[in-house]
């Protein structure tokens, strides 16, 4: 049997999970939980050979927990599972010491399959998210990320920002701060920055 942990911070999804590879003959969910920082002390105590473990989670995101899952020696592989695809979120994920990533949309069996060759070893990415990692991955932004990001590049304040593109500056600083989360930059300048090298503005 292999030994399965899941993270994940919805508990529909983590139970639907945990249903679906529950009806494998060799798969055993043997512990759940929902915060990133549960998942070393989870791995600790239940030993499983896999942790699927969602990106986007309290107390702590799954890259930092299956960074600590790595750092830790623990005889457990770590596998993404998660909504988010995005290329920057693989290459994070694979320097933390993930064997795996898939987005959550992955049939059943296909996941089942993953799972078993994570657990005997091999290291299993999403071909089209490696596609893209390698192309230098696809733009997150949405177009009024792109609009915001541009208007405040050049050092404008986020009240002119609101001004200039008729919104309210609460609006402005949540645009920004997405756009920022989603380059995995320190600021909006090099969010804006990193935006243009990349050709999204």
């Known amino acids: 049997m292999i030994r399965l942990l899941l993270a994940d911070d919805q508990d529909l999804v983590r139970g639907g999970l945990a249903a679906l590879l529950s009806l494998e003959r060799d798969l055993d969910v043997v512990a759940e939980v929902g915060r990133g920082d549960e998942v070393l002390p989870a791995v600790t105590e239940h030993r499983p050979d ?3 473990i969602d990106i986007e989670m309290a ?3 799954g890259i930092e927990a299956t960074a600590a899952v790595t750092a830790s020696g623990a005889d457990c592989r770590c596998l993404i599972v998660t909504t988010f695809g995005r290329p920057g979120y693989l290459r994070r994920a694979m320097e933390a010491g ?3 990533f898939v987005v959550k949309d992955t049939p059943a069996d296909r996941l089942a399959e993953v799972v078993r060759r994570v657990a005997a070893g091999e290291r299993v990415v999403d071909p089209t998210l490696a596609a893209d990692s390698l192309a230098g991955g696809i733009d ?3 177009d009024r990320e792109r609009e915001v990001l541009r208007a405040a590049a050049d050092g404008a304040s986020v009240r002119t920002v609101a001004t200039q593109l008729h919104l309210s500056p609460g ?3 949540n645009h920004l701060s997405s756009a920022i ?3 995995e930059a320190e600021n909006r300048y090099a969010a ?3 935006a243009r090298d990349r050709g999204w503005i």
């Open 140 to 142: 997150p932004l949405t």
């Open 192 to 194: 804006a920055r990193l």
């Open 50 to 52: 896999v942790a699927l």
């Open 171 to 173: 609006t402005v600083r």
């Open 59 to 61: 107390g702590g995101d």
């Open 181 to 183: 989360g989603k380059t």
């Open 98 to 100: 993930a064997a795996g």
